[in-house]
């Protein structure tokens, strides 16, 4: 039943210098699968390679070692190029660069055009996603009218439209405000609702709390998978690699060090009050 | 003030003009250029404002608009009339003193000249008020295709204008921040000689051009992530289709060169 849709195989990537030499591998023997329908979270410091393993999953990119599979292709194989593109999509960070066409509508339109879907279609598909966004109303604007909340559902509507069944997101709320973020979450888990398969790259670590599965990256290397609950129960190990468990998750853990009985494993403010008000309802009771 | 720019934007109010074929639009404003200078007598030139006033008011967009972007021409249009107002010496004197000496003629060719390039303007600057840069883009590709035969590269030049045009106002607005933050460092960008002035700009445009390399670059990754791979079996989101309304404007843009060529023949020119 759990269909495999994205799978690397002990992969490894370098980048090449200005002088032709090779950089260190900013994909260091990286081996992880995602099952069709799944919500993946990946966490990594700067440079850790999170945008690299991005660009290996649609074929921007190719191993140098190791083997990538979308589904049943090859990524190295140059023929799968199209089949591996329309299965996966990629949302990058900056809402301004990725978007093509000068009216919104146009811009969805952009990705199965080149696919060369017929008008009637076209027209059908770039409506759907437009409302799976909730972006229909704005159809007619011109992107640079909108805020970057909007243009970055604009642009995972323009993935949408090319029917892709796995949507990876570099960042896609890094350069937004605290409601464009609010935005594009918000479009991310309704995706998620409807059965498509999400790997959200993220620096914030409260995107990552209701992720199927965490990987945690670091200098090209994954060093720790898992549910969120065992990957933030590992708070020592994350603050090695730079990354901040959530605070609520830091807060349960310093009350708990001053000897009240807290639950590890707490990583949202819903889950603090609870834990916190059953432990005083408790102690009203001795 | 870099915002006020009204000439090349777009105002969807969904009127008669921007239901027209983009492609036929094209066609018609040449035809409407070549008829403002073709006209050579007062009664072709009222056909011809009469006509430019009766797009403008089938096009709905604002009158303050369109003429907020005429404003930023009055000094061209004024300089030239002027200058057709001193030069032209044909027909009869109406005033002389010193060394100027006004005709009748130089008053006609300066009115001529002034109304012309109203109308000019306006006429064109109609067309890409009503139809978006897509559209017009996409017209002039399909207009400009049979040039694919002798391997002009017809795609590859209208992809380039549609970025061009979706990133001139992203670039626009990056110059503003840019701007800001190097006033905010103490640069002043509106005082001192010219050279001082143009030496105050490199430090806006050096990261202006950094940014737009690296614009660059991830749109060229956006456009390959979503399989672009030039023209070649494309399929368009719009159709377009000559309609009753095209119809419409080719036979009133006939009648007008009719009009327009009567006029000449029976009246005689001023010009
Ligand atoms: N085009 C490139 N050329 C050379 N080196 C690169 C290139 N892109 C990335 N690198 C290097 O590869 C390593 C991994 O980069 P990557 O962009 O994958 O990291 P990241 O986890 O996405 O970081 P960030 O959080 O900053 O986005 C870094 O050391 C980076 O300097
Ligand atoms: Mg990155």
Redesign the interface.
């Given at each position: 039943m759990n269909e495999t849709i994205l799978k690397f195989e002990d992969v490894y990537y370098a980048y090449e210098g200005d002088e032709g030499e090779t950089l260190p591998n900013a994909v260091d023997g990286v081996s992880f699968e995602i099952n069709k329908g799944e919500f993946v979270a990946i966490l990594g410091h700067n440079g850790s390679g999170k945008s690299t393993v991005a660009k290996l999953t649609n074929a921007m990119l190719v191993p140098q070692k190791g083997k990538i599979f979308v589904k049943e292709y090859d990524t190295s194989v140059e023929d799968n190029e199209l089949k591996i593109r329309t299965t996966v999509g990629i949302v990058m960070q900056n809402p301004d660069n990725q978007i093509v066409a000068t009216i919104v509508e146009e811009d969805v339109a952009f990705g199965p055009e080149n696919l060369g879907v017929p008008q009637k279609e076209l027209r059908t598909r770039v409506d759907n996603a437009l409302k799976l966004v909730g972006m229909y109303e704005y159809k007619d604007y011109e992107p640079h009218k909108l805020s970057g909340g909007q243009k970055q559902r604009i642009a995972i509507a323009g993935v949408i439209a090319m029917q892709t069944e796995c949507i990876v997101f570099d960042e896609p709320t890094a350069m937004l405000d605290p409601k464009g973020r609010k935005e594009v979450l918000a479009a991310i888990h309704d995706l998620r609702q409807k059965g498509y398969t999400i790997v959200l790259i993220t620096h914030f670590m409260e995107e990552a709390v209701d992720a199927d599965k965490i990987i945690v990256m670091n200098d090209g290397k994954i060093i720790l998978t898992g549910t969120p609950k065992e990957v933030f129960t590992q708070s020592d190990l994350l603050y090695e690699c730079d990354l901040a468990v959530p605070q609520v998750t830091l807060l349960s853990k310093a009350i708990k060090n001053n000897g009240i009985n807290m639950p590890d494993d707490i990583l949202t403010t819903d889950e603090f009050i609870n834990a916190f008000t059953a432990n005083i309802k408790q102690k009203r009771k001795l | 003030m870099i915002r006020d720019i009204t000439i090349g934007q777009?105002f969807?109010t969904g009127s008669f003009l921007h239901k027209l074929d983009p492609r036929s639009k094209i066609i018609l404003v040449l035809c409407y250029l070549v008829l403002i200078f073709a006209c050579r007598n007062f009664f072709g030139l009222g056909l011809i404002v009469t006509l430019t006033l009766l797009f403008v008011a089938v096009s709905k967009v604002s009158f303050k608009l369109i003429f907020k972007g005429l404003k930023s021409i009055v000094l061209i249009i004024i300089f030239t009339s002027l200058l057709q107002l001193f030069y032209n010496d044909k027909g009869d004197i109406l005033l002389e003193f010193w060394k100027i000496k006004i005709t009748t003629g130089g008053v006609f060719t300066a009115i001529f000249m002034a109304v012309r390039i109203c109308c000019l303007i306006l006429v064109s600057s109609l067309l890409t008020y009503t139809t978006?840069?897509?559209l017009l883009t996409d017209a002039i590709e399909r207009l400009l295709s049979p040039l694919n035969k002798i391997h002009v590269p017809v795609h590859t030049l209208a992809m380039m204008m549609?970025?061009a045009?979706?990133f001139i106002?992203?670039l626009i607005?990056e110059i503003d921040h840019i701007m800001s933050a190097q006033k905010a460092r103490g640069a002043s960008l509106d005082t001192g000689s010219l050279t001082e002035r143009a030496k105050a700009l490199i430090p806006i445009f050096v990261p202006l051009f950094i940014n737009s390399f690296?614009?660059a670059f991830?749109?060229a990754?956006?456009?390959?992530?979503?399989?672009?791979?030039g023209g070649a079996?494309?399929?368009?989101?719009?159709?377009m289709k000559l309609g009753y309304r095209d119809a419409i404007a080719f036979a009133v843009t006939t009648i007008a060169i009719v009009g327009v060529i009567l006029f000449n023949i029976f009246f005689k020119s001023v010009i």
């Amino acid at each position: 039943m759990n269909e495999t849709i994205l799978k690397f195989e002990d992969v490894y990537y370098a980048y090449e210098g200005d002088e032709g030499e090779t950089l260190p591998n900013a994909v260091d023997g990286v081996s992880f699968e995602i099952n069709k329908g799944e919500f993946v979270a990946i966490l990594g410091h700067n440079g850790s390679g999170k945008s690299t393993v991005a660009k290996l999953t649609n074929a921007m990119l190719v191993p140098q070692k190791g083997k990538i599979f979308v589904k049943e292709y090859d990524t190295s194989v140059e023929d799968n190029e199209l089949k591996i593109r329309t299965t996966v999509g990629i949302v990058m960070q900056n809402p301004d660069n990725q978007i093509v066409a000068t009216i919104v509508e146009e811009d969805v339109a952009f990705g199965p055009e080149n696919l060369g879907v017929p008008q009637k279609e076209l027209r059908t598909r770039v409506d759907n996603a437009l409302k799976l966004v909730g972006m229909y109303e704005y159809k007619d604007y011109e992107p640079h009218k909108l805020s970057g909340g909007q243009k970055q559902r604009i642009a995972i509507a323009g993935v949408i439209a090319m029917q892709t069944e796995c949507i990876v997101f570099d960042e896609p709320t890094a350069m937004l405000d605290p409601k464009g973020r609010k935005e594009v979450l918000a479009a991310i888990h309704d995706l998620r609702q409807k059965g498509y398969t999400i790997v959200l790259i993220t620096h914030f670590m409260e995107e990552a709390v209701d992720a199927d599965k965490i990987i945690v990256m670091n200098d090209g290397k994954i060093i720790l998978t898992g549910t969120p609950k065992e990957v933030f129960t590992q708070s020592d190990l994350l603050y090695e690699c730079d990354l901040a468990v959530p605070q609520v998750t830091l807060l349960s853990k310093a009350i708990k060090n001053n000897g009240i009985n807290m639950p590890d494993d707490i990583l949202t403010t819903d889950e603090f009050i609870n834990a916190f008000t059953a432990n005083i309802k408790q102690k009203r009771k001795l | 003030m870099i915002r006020d720019i009204t000439i090349g934007q777009y105002f969807p109010t969904g009127s008669f003009l921007h239901k027209l074929d983009p492609r036929s639009k094209i066609i018609l404003v040449l035809c409407y250029l070549v008829l403002i200078f073709a006209c050579r007598n007062f009664f072709g030139l009222g056909l011809i404002v009469t006509l430019t006033l009766l797009f403008v008011a089938v096009s709905k967009v604002s009158f303050k608009l369109i003429f907020k972007g005429l404003k930023s021409i009055v000094l061209i249009i004024i300089f030239t009339s002027l200058l057709q107002l001193f030069y032209n010496d044909k027909g009869d004197i109406l005033l002389e003193f010193w060394k100027i000496k006004i005709t009748t003629g130089g008053v006609f060719t300066a009115i001529f000249m002034a109304v012309r390039i109203c109308c000019l303007i306006l006429v064109s600057s109609l067309l890409t008020y009503t139809t978006s840069p897509t559209l017009l883009t996409d017209a002039i590709e399909r207009l400009l295709s049979p040039l694919n035969k002798i391997h002009v590269p017809v795609h590859t030049l209208a992809m380039m204008m549609t970025i061009a045009l979706r990133f001139i106002p992203t670039l626009i607005e990056e110059i503003d921040h840019i701007m800001s933050a190097q006033k905010a460092r103490g640069a002043s960008l509106d005082t001192g000689s010219l050279t001082e002035r143009a030496k105050a700009l490199i430090p806006i445009f050096v990261p202006l051009f950094i940014n737009s390399f690296r614009r660059a670059f991830d749109l060229a990754f956006a456009m390959e992530c979503r399989c672009y791979h030039g023209g070649a079996g494309r399929t368009r989101l719009r159709v377009m289709k000559l309609g009753y309304r095209d119809a419409i404007a080719f036979a009133v843009t006939t009648i007008a060169i009719v009009g327009v060529i009567l006029f000449n023949i029976f009246f005689k020119s001023v010009i």
